[in-house]
């Protein structure tokens, strides 16, 4: 009798082992899926705001050079408006490059925790197995 409880509670710590990483990783995909879509967002904002400062910035060009009396298209306010047009690029290229840094990241943050909580799982089975079998040597199976 006392194999089968033995055998019953290993099965039952397997079980709840199982349930409980089930759990975990959900958790942790929800987790991951809101931390993702938020550095996304913080990212889409900052692009539309970077645009705007350029808008503004470009405008503001236009503007001065009217007011100096030079044409607002053409000569060199045109290579002042593309000059501020490259550096909102940079700025960009290196805001998307910092983006996928953060998510990369964030990936091998959660990769981590996923390989902790499988060899967590692994050492409970093997726990269970262990007090099994240490269980049937103590016990005849004719108790």
Same mark, same amino acid.
């Given at each position: 009798?006392? %194999?089968? =409880?033995?055998?019953? +509670?290993?099965? @039952? /710590?397997?079980? $709840? #082992?199982?349930?409980? +990483?089930? =759990? /975990?990783?959900?958790?942790? %995909?929800?987790?991951?899926?809101?931390? =993702?879509?938020? &550095?996304?967002? *913080? #990212?889409?904002?900052?692009?539309?705001?970077?645009?705007? %400062? @350029?808008?503004?910035?470009?405008?503001? /060009?236009?503007?001065?050079?009217?007011?100096?009396?030079?044409?607002? !298209?053409?000569?060199?306010?045109? +290579?002042? @408006?593309?000059? &501020?047009?490259?550096?909102?690029?940079?700025?960009?290229?290196?805001?998307?490059?910092?983006?996928?840094?953060?998510? +990369?990241?964030?990936?091998?943050?959660?990769?981590?925790?996923?390989?902790? *909580?499988?060899?967590?799982?692994?050492?409970? $089975? %093997?726990?269970?197995?262990?007090?099994?079998?240490?269980? @049937? !040597?103590?016990?005849?199976? &004719?108790?």
């Amino acid at each position: 009798m006392g %194999a089968i =409880t033995s055998l019953a +509670a290993a099965g @039952l /710590e397997t079980a $709840l #082992a199982s349930k409980r +990483a089930k =759990t /975990e990783d959900q958790s942790a %995909a929800s987790d991951r899926q809101v931390r =993702t879509q938020t &550095l996304i967002d *913080n #990212a889409a904002e900052d692009r539309r705001s970077t645009d705007a %400062a @350029l808008k503004r910035r470009q405008a503001q /060009e236009r503007a001065r050079a009217g007011a100096a009396g030079v044409a607002s !298209s053409g000569g060199s306010i045109d +290579a002042v @408006l593309q000059g &501020l047009q490259e550096d909102a690029d940079a700025d960009q290229a290196a805001t998307t490059t910092q983006l996928k840094d953060s998510l +990369a990241g964030l990936d091998a943050e959660y990769k981590q925790r996923s390989d902790r *909580n499988l060899l967590s799982y692994d050492s409970s $089975l %093997a726990r269970a197995g262990t007090s099994l079998l240490s269980g @049937l !040597s103590r016990r005849s199976l &004719l108790d």
